[in-house]
């Protein structure tokens, strides 16, 4: 048997609270599926956002982040490659290096085999996977700011699956697809978001993180070799151990069934994109609210053709038309649909897609004159107003 595997093998059988067999399921043990969340403030459909911004202005991205009900640290990819979300979370990865000159990371088998002693030494080290200053000098000027008067604040971090697909190994396979590099990134980004946890609670105690997983688009891909069913089994080992109020992010196209079972209890994603509420997402929505949880709906649409259409009052309205088939299919009240409600923009906007084959661009050609910066700035100004609308609407 390889070195690595052993490793590995010795890794799963000390820590199987996390990673039980792919059969595993948490139903099965004290039912822990089915208790009711546990979050320890109310949303009321208050303000957040997505976490990544164009800005390359640090203290203004700050200042948009600080103006919402529950804010978080921007990831400013456009002010350095450190501010970029996977290679904030590879730091200290076995494994893993940054190519400066291509800006991607890289993964070499030989070297993690290398490693792989190194990181069971440190792993039980808290400190080991801290986002230190060099990694993401935006995040500890965020801890620097005053964060007690916020009703809640947030973080957030790559998922496991994202992070998987997206950094390939020497022979341009996804890491995702090794099962021995799989099995540690789960631990290591859980323990990424472990720790960043503790340092947003000790500076306001309603805080939470959410992974980022625009993954988990890929994993109903037919050429996928990771599915679904896979990532479904994975998940709920991994966040079985994440502390603090468990959250997700996903700005791709979606299943919402899918995600309201993967264990969170945070979900937040884009809403603007699916036109419409079908009915049969109704129930599962509905059941996810009872427990406790609360969906960040991703209304306000951040290309700028398409912003341009709409106003806070013609979002209000998309949002509760949405509302509206969830509790006429379920019976679940609108109020209480609201009062488990955020608001924010639907995506990041790196690049303007609404402004692509405009007459003065050409095909394919991404606005960078700071359009971005612009566009994110006015759906942020948005969410106020459509907050007040919908909290007078439903009395929360």
């Known amino acids: 048997m390889e ?150 604040i947030r973080g957030q971090n790559i998922g496991p699956v994202s992070f998987g697909f997206k950094v390939l190994d020497e022979n341009l396979k996804p890491v995702i697809y090794n099962d021995e590099a799989r099995t540690i990134l789960f631990d290591f980004i859980q323990k990424k978001a472990n720790i960043q946890y503790r340092e947003l609670k000790e500076r306001n105690p309603n805080a939470f993180v959410w992974l980022d997983e625009p993954g988990l688009g890929y994993v109903f891909s037919g050429l996928s070799g990771y599915n679904e069913q896979l990532a479904k089994e994975d998940y709920h080992n991994f966040v079985e151990g994440l502390e603090g109020p468990k959250g997700l992010h996903l700005c791709a196209e979606v299943n919402l069934p899918y995600l309201l079972e993967l264990g969170v209890e945070i979900l937040s994603f884009d809403a603007y994109q699916i036109g419409f509420m079908p009915k049969e997402y109704a129930g599962n929505v509905a059941e996810f609210l009872k427990k406790g949880g609360i969906i960040s709906w991703g209304i306000v649409p951040t290309e700028s053709t398409v912003l341009a259409t709409q106003t806070p009052e013609t979002l209000a309205a998309i949002l509760s038309n949405y509302w509206e088939v969830i509790s006429e299919s379920t019976g679940l009240s609108l109020h209480q649909i609201a009062m488990q409600a955020l608001v924010a923009p639907a995506r990041c906007c790196l690049k303007d897609i609404g402004q692509i084959n405009t007459p003065d661009k050409k095909a394919g050609e991404c606005q960078v004159s700071g359009s971005e910066e ?11 107003e459509l907050s007040r609308i919908l909290r007078n609407k439903y009395s929360v």
């Open 3 to 152: 070195p690595t595997l052993i490793g590995v093998k010795k890794f799963l059988k000390g820590h199987s609270r996390f990673f039980l067999p792919s059969c595993y399921d948490l139903r099965d043990i004290g039912g822990k599926r089915d208790q009711k969340f546990m979050i320890t403030f109310e949303a009321r459909c208050s303000t957040t956002a997505m976490g990544i911004m164009p800005h390359r202005d640090v203290e203004r991205a700050l200042e948009l982040a600080l103006s919402l009900d529950i804010p978080f640290w921007p990831q400013l990819p456009k002010v350095s490659l450190y501010e970029d979300m996977y290679v904030q979370a590879s730091q200290n990865f076995p494994g893993i290096a940054i190519d400066f000159d291509k800006e991607r990371l890289s993964f070499d088998t030989a070297r993690f085999e290398q490693e792989l002693d190194g990181y069971f030494v440190k792993m039980d080290i808290p400190e080991a996977f801290a986002l230190t200053a060099e990694y993401s000098a935006v995040f500890h000027k965020f801890l620097s700011k005053e964060l007690q008067g916020y009703k809640a």
């Open 374 to 384: 612009r566009i994110v700035e006015r759906a942020f100004a948005f969410l106020p």
